[in-house]
């Protein structure tokens, strides 16, 4: 049986309808779609798409040629045989191009950042697309915002930000993946980091499917999930490689109620140690 933990994306057949009469020669550019026509002249293609990566890839082609798309549809059965059926997001990126993103094109306090509409990027092979549905506002991103301390420019850019788009952590779901993807399938609830080049502070954002990117837990939602990142992924190295953590050893933490306190406090008490914890009076109970 096949494995539904990786790729199964079973190739769609969908029927893609455009503004105007194209003449049958175009199937070739369209991939090898059929071309045929409704009763109203406009032009209907179609056909299998391999993936859902290949189809954002064919809708972004049609549309940068100028030619008006009128609407996308999943074939739900054809000579009698079941097609596998698309989900809602799915639906979104497809019919969308264009998704809102928060810009910064100088540094200074938060008026700085701007809401701007920018083309929805495509994943590459190894890539899967993820519609966020929540990311977070950290220090760090602060720091780029406004470029201070100063010499923090030495990695933000000295006169200007060289990064546009803030936001490291992530939480969505995956709407698009690469053909090479195997770890990843369409649907998939995920959380992780954008990673150094930030990003996360927009509609959709495109992740390698090798970088800090997991299934999120059934029991937490997109917001706690995006929150647990930054912490989490600060104090495990520290705590698990650094420390050699392990069962039966004592732990002070200093700051257990903060973001990488109350991360570390849960790491540690997961590998077994005995935990102590230093926090001001009213998050006694939240260490605890």
């Not at 002249?41 to 049609?62: E, F, P, S, W, Y």
């Not at 989900?87 to 008026?111: L, R, V, W």
């Not at 939480?171 to 053909?179: Q, S």
């Not at 490689?241 to 050893?249: E, F, L, M, V």
Request: net charge negative.
């Amino acid at each position: 049986m096949p494995d539904n933990s990786t790729q199964s994306q079973s190739a769609h057949i969908y029927q893609i309808k455009l503004k105007g009469h194209l003449h049958d020669d175009w199937s070739d550019w369209f991939g090898g779609l059929t071309v045929s026509h409704d009763v109203t002249g406009n032009t209907l293609l179609v056909g299998d798409v391999v993936d859902q990566a290949r189809l954002h890839g064919l809708l972004k082609r049609i549309r940068d040629a100028g030619i008006e798309l009128v609407s996308v549809n999943p074939i739900s059965e054809i000579d009698g045989k079941s097609i596998p059926h698309i989900t809602q997001a799915e639906q979104e990126i497809i019919m969308n191009t264009s998704m809102k993103t928060i810009i910064q094109t100088h540094y200074g306090a938060p008026d700085v950042l701007q809401l701007v509409e920018v083309e929805t990027p495509t994943p590459a092979d190894n890539e899967v697309l993820v519609k966020i549905h929540a990311t977070t506002v950290t220090a760090t991103e602060a720091v780029f915002r406004q470029g201070k301390p100063y010499f923090s420019r030495l990695f933000t850019g000295l006169t200007k930000p060289k990064i546009k788009t803030l936001g490291e952590e992530l939480a969505g779901e995956i709407v698009v993946v690469g053909k090479a993807v195997t770890k990843f399938k369409v649907g998939d609830h995920v959380f992780g980091t954008a990673g150094p080049n930030f990003g996360a502070n927009a509609e959709y954002l495109c992740v390698p499917e090798d970088e800090v990117l997991a299934r999120m837990p059934h029991n937490v939602s997109y917001q706690e999930a995006a929150a647990s990142v930054d912490g989490f992924l600060t104090a495990l190295p520290f705590l698990r490689d650094t420390g050699n953590i392990r069962a039966g050893q004592k732990v002070l933490i200093n700051g257990a109620s903060g973001s990488v306190g109350a991360a570390a406090v849960q790491i540690a008490k997961y590998y077994g140690a005995e935990v102590t914890g230093v926090c001001s009076a009213r998050n006694v109970e939240l260490v605890k």
